[in-house]
Nanobody
């Protein structure tokens, strides 16, 4: 069984960097041909795909986030990490990690973490 678990802070101050980690069990994040994604959700905007890191280590970002987002991985821990820089209250959302394929399709991603609620506030 493939399982994903997000971890990180629940509260971040404006202008700081949000760092979230997704720990994957049941499958190596280096397994062809999977992509490991970050998605966030808010009542106003719904689900937004932020970016992904492929089995090869290549990264891909949504144009909406590529200016201040970085995704990396630690294969020894089977983890991948999201960094979102210079956060504002508009970044308050539930953040999810999920497994997908080469085509970005949020609705088709088969394994999801439970999500973590992050609030940006001073």
């Amino acid at each position: 069984q493939v399982q994903l678990q997000e971890s990180g802070p629940f509260l971040v101050k404006p202008s700081q960097t949000l760092t979230l980690t997704c720990t994957v069990s049941g499958e190596s994040i280096e397994t062809k041909y999977y992509f490991w994604n970050w998605i966030r959700q808010s009542p106003g905007k719904g689900f937004e795909w932020m970016g992904a890191i492929a089995y090869s280590g290549s990264t891909y970002y949504s144009p909406s986030f590529n200016s201040r987002t970085s995704i990396s991985r630690d294969t020894s821990k089977n983890q991948f990490t999201l960094e979102l820089n210079v956060v504002t209250p508009e970044d308050t959302a539930s953040y999810y990690c999920a497994r997908g394929g080469v085509v970005v399709n949020v609705g088709g991603m088969d394994y999801w973490g439970q999500g973590t609620q992050v609030t940006v506030s001073s």
